[in-house]
């Protein structure tokens, strides 16, 4: 497709299981981040990769997140042990360079929502 | 602290009003990036706008207009003559200087309009 695509578009785990979501940018974009959108609030940031490397994990919140990007193109977000907390829409985004080149845009992909019972 | 601060939680207008967004930035960057976005119930936030902070014209496009006034800290966002298609959720967002791949969003405003 086109377009940011992510899987699974609705995860249900219970607590303590482990996900794994799944993010295949826009062939050749440079750049991929993923957001977390908790109900009601804006995007925050997690984590940012250029190419495969992780320049950015600084938004994590616990180290029971990970995620990877092993071949510079598809990322994959995992939550080990999952909380209550960690509910969320889950965001991946990727830009064909940095947020100050171009147009700066960042296509968003429609998210995957994760609820933990 | 807070970065970005969208004040308005909800705006609910007729057809053919007019309806402004306001977004209020907080930086001690010199150099920064003010975007706003939609997110429609679809999900995925579509880029509308990128302004550098060195650039105070305001912008035009189509039914959209912006006003950034560094001196107020302010980016708002007007759409003129609203239509149904126009309902969404509206974010302002905030790129500093030092972190350039990152954007700080405000909480967002949520736009119905009603035919």
Known sequence: GAGVSQSPRYKVAKRGQDVALRCDPISGHVSLFWYQQALGQGPEFLTYFQNEAQLDKSGLPS???????????????????????D??????????????????????????RLTVL | AQKVTQAQ????????????LDCVYETRDTTYYLFWYKQPPSGELVFLIRRNSFDEQNEISGRYSWNFQKST???????????????????????ESVGDYKLSFGAGTTVTVRA
């Open chain 2, 9 to 20: 939680t909800e705006i609910s207008v007729v057809e053919k009003e007019d309806v402004t």
């Open chain 1, 63 to 85: 180290d029971r997140f990970f995620a990877e990007r092993p071949e510079g193109s598809v990322s994959t977000l995992k939550i080990q042990r999952t909380q209550q907390e």
């Open chain 1, 87 to 112: 509910s969320a829409v889950y965001l991946c985004a990727s830009s064909l360079s940095g947020l100050l080149l171009g147009t700066g845009e960042l296509f968003f992909g429609e998210g995957s």
């Open chain 2, 73 to 95: 800290s302010s980016f708002n966002f007007t759409i003129t003559a609203s239509q149904v298609v126009d309902s969404a959720v509206y974010f302002c967002a905030l790129s």
